[in-house]
T-cell receptor, first 110, second 113 residues
């Protein structure tokens, strides 16, 4: 089955700085890559996603890049704010199944 | 729309007891999923149902059974609970076509003593 690795597991940044989270996947048939944000005690919520035929997608301060050849994709958050503090999960989707990374705990220091 | 609704929110079981976690979605989604979330291990797929009438095993199916009761409802059953099943359980649904994301319920925190 698909294997998704996510790094780093924890990340601390100063407010206003950028944060980057990286994921790799193993199965070249994976064709959809969503990112989820999970606040403490809450459910994961979709923040951005990218399809396999797209290299980059941006939504305000959040962007995702995909390199199909290298099988890796990254989440970029610019101008970080304290409310960005949460756990972020990447996922790869193949044949109705979604495989998740182990999460990155992001702390934005005011 | 309520989205994905899970019950109960919290449950404590003793080893060997059984229980069923209920999940319903009102988004007319085709696919439904059960995940468990443990510290440091992300979300792991237990079972999924790509469409009404079908169910398939995920990464960690041992000790669980599922029923896709109709298009809206997908239940997860623990026949004989074990301490290793202490976890937070999330139900999710998806349109199941093309590039459609998962929508999660609020989770069930299960403790097995």
């Amino acid at each position: 089955g698909e294997n998704v690795e996510q790094h780093p597991s924890t990340l601390s940044v100063q407010e206003g700085d950028s944060a980057v989270i990286k994921c790799t996947y193993s199965d070249s048939a994976s064709n959809y890559f969503p990112w989820y944000k999970q606040e403490l005690g809450k459910r994961p919520q979709l923040i951005i996603d990218i399809r396999s035929n797209v290299g980059e997608k941006k939504d305000q301060r959040i962007a995702v890049t995909l390199n199909k050849t290298a099988k890796h994709f990254s989440l970029h958050i610019t101008e970080t704010q304290p409310e960005d503090s949460a756990v972020y999960f990447c996922a790869a989707s193949i044949y109705h199944q979604f495989y998740f990374g182990t999460g990155t705990s992001l702390t934005v220091i005011p | 729309n309520a989205g994905v609704t899970q019950t109960p929110k919290f449950q404590v079981l003793k080893t060997g007891q059984s229980m069923t976690l209920q999940c319903a979605q009102d988004m007319n989604h085709n696919s439904m999923y059960w995940y468990r979330q443990d510290p440091g291990m992300g979300l792991r797929l237990i079972y999924y149902s790509a469409s009404e009438g079908t169910t398939d095993k995920g990464e960690v199916p041992n000790g669980y059974n599922v029923s896709r009761l109709n298009k809206r409802e997908f239940s997860l059953r623990l026949e004989s609970a074990a301490p290793s099943q202490t976890s937070v359980y999330f139900c999710a649904s998806s349109e199941g076509q093309g590039y459609s994301p998962l929508h999660f319920g609020n989770g069930t925190r299960l403790t097995v003593t």
